[in-house]
């Protein structure tokens, strides 16, 4: 069993710069592949980035490329997402998300592991 868990949001001020955290537990072999998805009051949830298991291929939705940086470090078994100057209009929960594919498919039903999510609140 796998068992991610997100941490870092709040509520932050439109231009601020924000690190979410997605630690994985249990059966970290089963993990290859990761993303981050978001979820808007009254909207689908939404791919955002995705990351390789080695970090060497990312891939990031083209309505945040520029602000959204995905990483992650293999030895603490932690993703990262790096979000530079904040909008109201990133306000969502954040997911993350692991599959045991390596490729950061956009689909979400392609993953099979789930965190529980972690709010961002951005103010104007």
């Known amino acids: 069993q796998v068992t991610l868990v997100e941490s870092g949001g709040g509520l932050v001020q439109a231009g601020d710069s924000l690190r979410l955290s997605c630690a994985v537990s249990?059966?970290?072999?089963?993990?290859?592949?990761m993303a981050w998805f978001r979820q808007s009051a009254g909207k689908e949830r939404e791919f955002v980035s995705g990351i390789s298991q080695n970090g060497g291929y990312t891939d990031v939705a083209e309505s945040v490329k520029g602000r959204f940086f995905v990483s992650r470090n293999n030895a603490k078994n932690e993703m990262y997402l790096e979000i530079d100057i904040l909008k109201p209009e990133d306000t969502a929960v954040y997911y993350c998300?692991?599959?045991?594919?390596?490729?950061?498919?956009?689909?979400?039903?392609?993953?099979?592991?789930w965190g529980q999510g972690t709010q961002v609140t951005v103010s104007s």
């Open positions: 998300a692991g599959r045991g594919w390596d490729y950061p498919s956009q689909s979400e039903e392609d993953y099979t592991t």
């Open positions: 249990g059966r970290t072999d089963y993990v290859a592949a």
